[in-house]
């Protein structure tokens, strides 16, 4: 094998919640997380020079060590001494820094390919372990699907599939720090955190209604205070059709839940027709098929 395409899936979050701030500055965080089917394209080639060169189709996005993909690379160079070149191709579909784990899934699929491009017979644990090392999103965006992510979101537990449904991202302009969001999070003050766990029987259950009445990101106290724009949409998915929306992750990304698809796709071209939002994008829940599972 010379080559592998591999599809980074984007991922949004049903819930999101901060328990705690440790004394190195990292939250704990309970939340669940979500794969869809929107995803970036990679490709990973072999190459008789002995360095890593990354490209994208994104002209500004660094193609160095600055890029999460191009360090899990150099890192897996390094770990089991690969002697070939590597070659890596990012068609990237997935907006950048919009809480939607655009570049961890490009990390991720960057581990998954060099494990099995270079036949190192790494097991999934074994590579999420390396991802942590990363970025805490890493390793969910190696394993996937609907998942419990705990600490500062490395400990994974996976959840039954998530109902199927239809989701609208819209993504602004404007960028986010995640760092700031989390520095300005006033704990203390939040009242209101998400029923993870009502949220987790509904997803058992089979509750379509259930997930989208619990839908929950304590970070909106922060973003949407500092961008009122995506409040906007939220309540502008919901008049479309939304059964509920959300803030994925710091954001500025917000998503809207549908349960048909006429009804997303009249949203989506209503949105796109309008003009003022950047990113609009039509996508759904993904699914994996888990080993033992369906």
């Known amino acids: 094998m010379k080559e592998i395409k591999l599809k980074a899936r984007a991922k949004i979050n049903l819930t999101l919640d901060v328990t705690g701030r440790r004394e190195n500055g990292y939250h704990d ?3 669940i997380m979500q794969s869809i089917s929107l ?3 990679v490709f990973i080639k072999k190459t008789d020079k002995n360095y890593i060169k990354l490209k994208s189709n994104i002209d500004w996005l660094p193609s160095d060590e600055r890029n999460i993909a191009y360090k899990a690379a150099m890192i897996m160079k390094e770990k089991f001494n690969i002697k070939e070149g590597i070659f890596i191709s990012l068609d990237k579909k997935i907006p950048v820094a919009a809480g939607l784990a655009g570049g961890s899934t490009d990390c991720a699929a960057v581990l998954v390919g060099i494990n099995k491009l270079f036949k190192l017979g790494l ?5 999420m372990d390396i991802g942590v090392t990363l970025g805490a999103d890493v390793p969910y965006c190696i394993m996937r699907g609907t998942v419990l992510a705990e600490g500062i979101g490395e400990i994974l537990t996976p959840l039954p599939p998530c109902p199927d449904m239809h989701v609208i991202l819209l993504k602004p302009s404007v960028s986010v720090s995640t760092a700031t969001v989390y520095k300005s999070l006033d704990l203390p003050s939040i009242t209101e955190h ?6 987790i029987e509904c997803i058992k259950n089979k509750d379509k209604d259930g997930i989208a009445n619990g839908l929950s990101n304590v970070l909106e106290t922060v973003t949407l205070e500092l961008h009122p724009q995506l409040k906007e949409y939220k309540e502008r998915l919901i008049k479309k059709g939304a059964a509920s929306s959300l803030m994925s992750g710091s954001g500025p990304t917000v998503f809207g839940l549908f349960y048909d698809k006429e009804t997303a796709l009249k949203a989506y071209k209503e949105f796109k027709a309008e003009g003022d939002i950047k990113h609009v994008i039509l996508t759904k829940i993904y699914n994996t098929v888990r080993k033992g599972g369906k």
């Not at 097991?123 to 590579?127: F, G, V, Y």
């Not at 998400?194 to 949220?199: A, C, I, K, L, Q």
Request: proline letters at 6%; zero cysteines; glycine letters at 6%.
């Open 194 to 199: 998400p029923d993870t766990e009502g949220v």
């Open 29 to 31: 965080l309970r939340m």
């Open 123 to 127: 097991s999934k644990k074994e590579l």
């Open 39 to 41: 995803y970036d394209n």
